[in-house]
């Protein structure tokens, strides 16, 4: 009975592991859209020209990223024969193993080797890293970088080895070329804040630190080279304020300052650990104002950059990733604690009792997008779900925490295999740019281009073979329709009432029902109303007048 019982643990650890596995391969092929399919193509062109040092985007110079993912990413379009979303995708993901070790070897630091496991687990298994491994931000090799900075100058501060300062110095540097300045605001804000409470703060003016800060500005030198080439010392000003000045201000992008948002979003981002998070960040506060934490690296990362984000008028899920790997060591730290000591035993029933209830809440949510919403009719997507769902019934010689934590990760593997599997191929159908280059990329004749007008799908400079110009305003169409034998253009009902004013013979090669999948609402997700949501695209030809 023993015998069969450790067979039944082992082989429902090797589907959890497996189904863990496809979740990610299977990101891997998902269409890039939005920012994704924007990064893509830059690093597409870098595959085309050869040209690493200066980025470009339609014909545009472009400043609004450092290089570093756009280096990561076009190598494997060399690698795999050319541009695709398993190239641009893969290197992405094998980098963030940096970040998944990293937390762990953070975490062994301070805690043991269970915090550690835990951390590096809930890290893997959570929204952020599913969600961001496909919609591909810069996100992801920021946050790579900075916890594998933070781990190495944590070691340095506790051993004082100058080959973690080194490190230490490259990580910095990395996370800085990755985004920019956050790459060494949350560093410096997690050090800073652990050695005042460790009373460490004279450790900063050693000579030594010296060696750091010189890797690290060799690596930054590197990446602004091509920014300095296009835009001279306003691309650098761009680099070091404007662009992180002008997102908190609202003067580049943003709205109105929800000053909960990073709250609410937390929710989602970080499930299924959310509620959990919060819960472990109140206690660890508690704990600093009664001096009895292990370290404050984790607390200082968060509280800093936490408040900036939450006052700009710039916000969005993936500005915070940064923070997932501090989030999840806070959560694997407390939520040992609480199942481990007396103390907290009245903590125990409700944490429970909130992660069986996000449980249940993620597997209804899974049977409302596939059953109601998006039908699923494949028959292994149903056996792969209902196999994850049998591990809940098969007897476990676990402790509660062990047996939280598994149903937790099930939850949450089985919600992405969902989307990655069934739910995402069936909202791309109403996608309408990747079709149209399609349709572009089998008619078009030799050294024609699509273009697009009054459209912000900058993927399209990815999936066409033939890319052409991003139209602004009426200027950029008339020249385009002067300067381009027979252009095709993707553009909106605006824009074909703006093309036939112009007097341009045209043909409509194809019309489409279109949907941006950069923010879903219950409106489109609705099938009784989904079809109100959607607006009309168009693939037009201009005809030569000869």
């Not at 943003?254 to 509620?275: K, M, N, Q, R």
């Not at 903590?347 to 992660?355: C, D, E, P, T, W």
């Not at 381009?484 to 007097?503: A, C, F, L, V």
């Amino acid at each position: 009975m023993v015998v069969k019982r450790l067979m039944l643990e082992r082989n429902s650890r090797i589907l959890i592991g497996g189904v863990l596995l496809l979740t990610y391969i299977l990101g891997l092929f998902v269409p890039v859209t939005s920012d994704a399919g924007k990064y893509a193509a830059i690093s597409r062109i870098i595959y085309e020209t050869g040209d690493w040092i200066n980025l470009s985007i339609h014909f545009e110079p472009y400043m609004q990223k450092p290089p570093l993912l756009f280096w990561i990413t076009a190598p494997f379009y060399f690698l795999f024969g050319g541009p695709s979303e398993f190239a641009f995708k893969l290197p992405v993901l094998l980098y963030s193993i940096i970040a998944i070790y990293s937390t762990y070897k953070f975490a062994m630091l301070f805690y043991s080797r269970e915090v550690a496991q835990l951390a590096a687990l809930m890290l893997v298994c959570c929204e952020f890293y599913f969600l961001f491994h496909n919609d591909i931000h810069t996100d992801v090799i920021l946050t790579a970088n900075v916890i594998f900075a933070v781990w190495q100058g944590a070691a340095y501060f506790k051993n004082f080895k100058v080959v973690n300062l080194l490190l230490a110095g490259l990580g910095v540097g990395l996370a800085m070329i990755s985004k920019g300045p956050i790459g060494i605001f949350v560093p410096f804000t997690a050090v800073i804040a652990h050695l005042i409470f460790s009373k460490k703060i004279k450790a900063l003016f050693d000579y030594r630190i010296l060696l750091g800060v010189t890797i690290c500005l060799a690596v930054l030198s590197v990446g602004l080279i091509g920014l300095y080439n296009q835009f001279g010392w306003e691309g650098l000003k761009f680099f070091f304020w404007d662009n992180n000045a002008g997102r908190i201000s609202g003067k580049i992008k943003g709205s109105d300052v929800d000053y909960f948002f990073y709250f609410h979003t937390t929710l989602y981002a970080f499930l299924p650990w959310g509620i959990l998070f919060f819960i472990s960040w109140f206690f660890e506060i508690k704990s600093f104002f009664k001096h009895a934490n292990n370290e404050l690296y984790s607390l200082g990362a968060i509280v800093f950059y936490w408040i900036i984000i939450s006052v700009s008028h710039a916000q969005s899920p993936h500005y915070f990733m940064v923070l997932s790997p501090f989030m999840a060591v806070l959560s694997a730290k407390w939520m040992m604690r609480i199942f481990q000591e007396d103390k907290f035993r009245y903590m125990q029933r409700a944490v429970s009792v909130i992660q069986y209830v996000t449980i249940v809440f993620v597997w209804l949510l899974i049977l409302v997008l596939c059953i109601y919403c998006f039908p699923a009719t494949n028959f292994w997507f149903w056996l792969v779900l209902f196999s994850l769902l049998i591990l809940y019934l098969i007897p476990q010689n676990q402790s509660k925490l062990q047996k939280l934590v598994r149903y937790s990760v099930i939850s949450i593997i089985a919600l992405n295999f969902s989307i990655n599997a069934h739910l995402f191929p069936a909202v791309f159908k109403y996608q309408s740019v990747i079709p149209a280059c399609d349709v572009f990329n089998k008619e078009a004749d030799e050294g024609e281009m699509l273009n697009s007008y009054l459209s912000q799908h900058r993927e399209l400079f990815f999936y066409a073979k033939s890319p052409g110009y991003f139209l602004y305003d009426s200027d950029d169409l008339n020249n385009c329709l002067l300067t381009q034998k027979n252009p095709w253009i993707y553009t909106n009902d605006e824009g074909i009432r703006e093309i036939k004013e112009s007097g341009s013979n045209f043909e409509v090669v194809r019309s489409f029902k279109h949907r941006s999948l950069s923010r879903f609402t219950p409106g489109f997700v609705n099938p009784k109303t989904r079809a109100s949501r959607l607006k009309n695209m168009y693939l037009l030809k201009i005809l030569s007048s000869d």
